[in-house]
């Protein structure tokens, strides 16, 4: 089992800054990516940014230049820096952990979100 709790949202003005953390606790050995999703009211939840084993990391064209996602070498927490924020990155922000407990058997877990509300 893997558990994942946020914390760091918040009410902030466009153009301000936040900082998501998401603390991993359990078998965080397993785990190969970590990311992390968003979920605006009456939209699909989408990926942020998700970071690998050996840093590798991906991003939305949307957060491209603005956000970044980094973790501790012991993988036990992942951030995401949010600059520039737009009204439009208001939503719901998820960690996410995938990994494998075996050969065909990966998982995903997720923390229980937290919201982030950008004021125009």
């Known amino acids: 089992q893997v558990q994942l709790v946020e914390s760091g949202g918040g009410l902030v003005q466009a153009g301000g800054s936040l900082r998501l953390s998401c603390l991993a606790s359990?078998?965080?050995?397993?785990?190969?990516?970590m990311g992390w999703y968003r979920q605006a009211p009456g939209k699909q939840r989408e990926l942020v940014a998700r970071i690998s084993n050996g840093d590798s990391t991906n991003y939305a064209d949307s957060v491209k230049g603005r956000f970044t996602i980094s973790r501790t070498s012991a993988k036990t927490t992942v951030y995401l820096q949010m600059n520039s924020l737009k009204p439009e990155d208001t939503a719901v922000y998820y960690c996410?952990?995938?990994?494998?407990?075996?050969?065909?058997?990966?998982?995903?877990?997720w923390g229980q979100g937290t919201q982030v509300t950008v004021s125009s």
């Open positions: 359990g078998s965080t050995s397993s785990i190969n990516v």
């Open positions: 996410n952990a995938a990994g494998e407990w075996g050969p065909n058997r990966p998982y995903n877990y």
